[in-house]
């Protein structure tokens, strides 16, 4: 009679197990996406950070996890995301390749963020105003990236991880006519992935 008690305590155990879990992860600003568990009959939705729910014996419910028990139910998973892109603006001073003091402090960010990253590939692109004509912007927009470039390498970054274009006065971030200084135009875009 205990062993068959045991065997059906074992085999209630068994009953209870869960078949899958599902959590949801924070992004890095805290917020959440949304999943939702559906097993034909029952939906239950997940929309917060850490909202969890399982499978158990074919039936969907929500479920009870701690965040320091998905670190370690989920560590191989979460060890291997993939860091996000970022994005980053670096401003010049009027008709030159030099960086303005506020960007040069913000140029340490770029540089950490890549930095942190195994694999990289970094896209700079340069821009001015509209002052001057288009194809000497052009050139200075090219001259913009190829600086930020250059530091780059200099720093410790590949030079075949970077990549550079100019668009001269295209794609402006604040829209002015012809022959207009705007400090916001004069900049380069820097894409990391």
Known sequence: MRRFA???????LAACARD????????????????????????VPLNAPYAAGEMRG???????????EV?????????????????????FISDSDTLTAESLQQYQ?????????????????????????RSYNQQLS?????AIRD???????AASAVSVAGRGELDLAVKTGANVSEPRNRRVEIAVR
Do not use: C, M
């Open 6 to 12: 045991a065997l059906l305590l074992a085999l209630g």
């Open 20 to 43: 899958e879990l599902f959590v949801v992860l924070p992004n890095p600003d805290g917020t959440a996406g949304e999943i939702t568990i559906d097993d034909g009959k029952t939906k």
């Open 58 to 68: 074919g039936k969907a419910e929500t479920a009870k996890v701690e965040p320091q």
């Open 71 to 91: 670190q370690a139910i989920f560590a191989n998973a979460i060890a291997a995301r993939p860091i996000l892109p970022s994005h980053f603006r670096l401003y």
């Open 109 to 133: 960010a770029v540089f950490a963020d890549i930095r942190k990253r195994p694999v990289y590939q970094v896209e700079v692109v340069g821009h001015t105003d509209t002052l001057g004509d």
């Open 142 to 146: 090219l001259r913009r990236a190829q």
């Open 151 to 157: 530091r780059l390498v200099k720093d410790g970054i």
